[in-house]
């Protein structure tokens, strides 16, 4: 290195069900940290699979799927697409 750190300009922040709240509070404590960030929010939903193996001989394998909210927080030292909605 050259007296300058090397790595990346973006950061992807991804919280899901209650989490989304930590993803919000460290999202907010970067951009207090790092001047001049730009920020993409998106909100989606995605599908966890659960798997149970039985314990004893002769029971069913369980699988249930569950729909869950996940927020996507992107920040970026780069300016992002201003026409995005979550801009």
């Known amino acids: ?4 750190e ?3 300009d973006t950061v992807v922040i ?3 069900s209650n ?3 930590s993803a919000v509070k460290l999202a907010e404590l970067i951009k207090h940290r790092v001047p ?5 929010n ?10 149970y193996e039985p314990l004893e001989e002769g029971l069913d394998h369980l699988k249930f799927s569950r729909i869950v909210t996940m ?3 992107t920040l970026s030292k780069t300016p992002l697409d201003n026409n ?4």
């Open 19 to 21: 989490a989304m709240e």
């Open 71 to 73: 927020l996507s927080i």
């Open 1 to 4: 290195m050259t007296g300058k």
């Open 42 to 51: 998106k909100i989606n939903n995605i599908t966890i699979i659960d798997e």
């Open 84 to 87: 995005d909605i979550g801009y």
């Open 36 to 40: 001049k960030l730009y920020q993409v």
């Open 14 to 16: 991804k919280g899901v």
């Open 6 to 8: 090397q790595g990346q």
